[in-house]
């Protein structure tokens, strides 16, 4: 077994030919494994290119509900698939934030934003519509981890495994979201 939370929760079940079963349920939306997998590479490619890689923290600044709750759950997952360290406390060697239209921006740090649709997220800040199709072309590999090495400022690799592993699929989005730390 690859110790990853992303490999442990969505390429191991793809391999053991359960891609398009649900893994999580977001109101009336209901994600196989497969589709799930789509976006968090796609997301990962994009967070790779922006400098998140193996310890690097990336911060996940999403207001928690249901418009934000699927979104967190994707960039949660395409972190951990590189290594990265997903926290929600402002971190200044983040490279990136992951966040909405609507929150602060930080002075130094590039901002992936996730905005309204329908409305152009304005420069410099990047596009998360934009960016995940851009991300499609170059989707993000998992990264092996050893046990011991951070997912979040709180947890090791192998202890998020047993938290995620611990509870049926399919999750409940905001449930996830929790399990996942972001």
């Keep these: 077994m690859t110790p990853n939370v992303c490999y442990a929760l969505l390429d191991a079940a793809i391999i053991g030919g359960r891609g398009e079963e649900p893994v999580v349920v977001a109101g009336t939306r209901v994600w196989s494994h497969a589709r799930l997998l789509e976006e968090v590479a796609a997301l990962g490619g994009v967070l790779r290119h922006l400098g998140v890689g193996v310890a690097v923290p990336c911060v996940v600044d999403l207001e928690p509900g249901p418009a934000n709750d699927l979104d967190a759950v994707v960039a949660a997952l395409a972190i951990a698939r590189l290594g990265g360290v997903v926290t929600t406390q402002p971190d200044a060697s983040a490279p990136v ?42 989707p993000a590999a998992c990264e092996v981890l050893t046990p011991g090495a951070p997912y979040s400022p709180d947890r090791t690799v192998a202890e998020e495994m047993a938290v995620v592993e611990g509870h049926p699929t399919p999750y409940d989005v905001a449930d996830l979201r929790r399990m996942l730390q972001a």
Aim: glycine share 8%; hydrophobic share 35%.
């Design 97 to 138: 934030v992951v966040t909405a239209a609507s929150s602060p921006a930080p002075s130094d740090q590039q901002r992936l934003v996730r905005g309204e649709p329908g409305t152009p997220v304005p420069e410099p800040d990047l596009d998360w519509v934009v960016m995940i199709r851009a991300g499609r072309t170059d």
